[in-house]
């Protein structure tokens, strides 16, 4: 059920008011930047995707049907503007196959890193090379399944189970060194 102020920013919006795109842009914002940050290596990669996505949305809102969550349907619009991101990104940046596949399974999905703090934890994953940081995102984080995942980055299921199972190394492995005031390398 949508609050009488989502109904006035999703009428404004669609009018294309300015006042009620800022009131759109204030509440959701921060969340929708989170969700940007979790899927690229930088601020400024993320407040590029950021913008896009705003623009996106902001040109697409007569798409808005009514039936998710207004917050939802934005989260919905910048994950799949992250991973078409990713997916031109992955053209032109590729990852050797040798870093692909491995024999351990992947373990279950669990909070591994409690007791970090979230800004620290979202540092290590930007740091995380492009293709592991959004498999490890769409597992962990958007809790999508490992066949949704190889649907969505066109990866094998193997690939996905590997890429997954690397970032968990990548991030173990750095957040010790963290806690030790190390500086770890993701190359």
């Known amino acids: 059920m949508l609050t009488k102020e989502e109904i006035e920013i999703i009428n404004g919006c669609r009018k294309g008011d300015v006042t009620y795109q ?11 930047k989170g969700v940007c940050l979790r899927y690229t290596s930088d601020m400024q990669e993320a407040e590029d995707l950021f913008h896009d996505v705003i623009v996106h949305i902001l040109t697409h809102f007569d798409e808005y049907d009514h039936i998710t ?10 994950s799949h503007k992250a991973i078409d991101l990713w997916r031109y990104k992955k053209n032109h940046d590729a990852v050797p196959s040798s ?3 491995i024999e351990d399974p992947m373990d279950d999905k669990e909070h ?8 620290v934890l979202l540092e290590h994953i930007q740091k995380l090379p492009p293709k592991y940081r959004t498999a490890f995102n769409l597992y962990v984080i958007e809790e999508k ?26 991030l173990r492995k750095s957040i010790k060194k963290y806690l030790k005031n190390e500086e770890f390398n993701y190359e």
């Open 22 to 32: 800022k009131m759109l842009y204030d509440k959701y914002g921060p969340m929708l």
């Open 69 to 78: 969550t207004l917050g939802g349907w934005l989260k919905t619009i910048t």
């Open 99 to 101: 870093h692909l596949s």
């Open 112 to 119: 591994i890193y409690d007791g970090i703090p979230m800004d």
């Open 145 to 170: 399944d490992q066949t949704e995942i190889s649907k969505i980055m066109d990866e094998g299921l193997t690939n996905v189970r590997s890429l997954v199972f690397r970032a968990k190394q990548m």
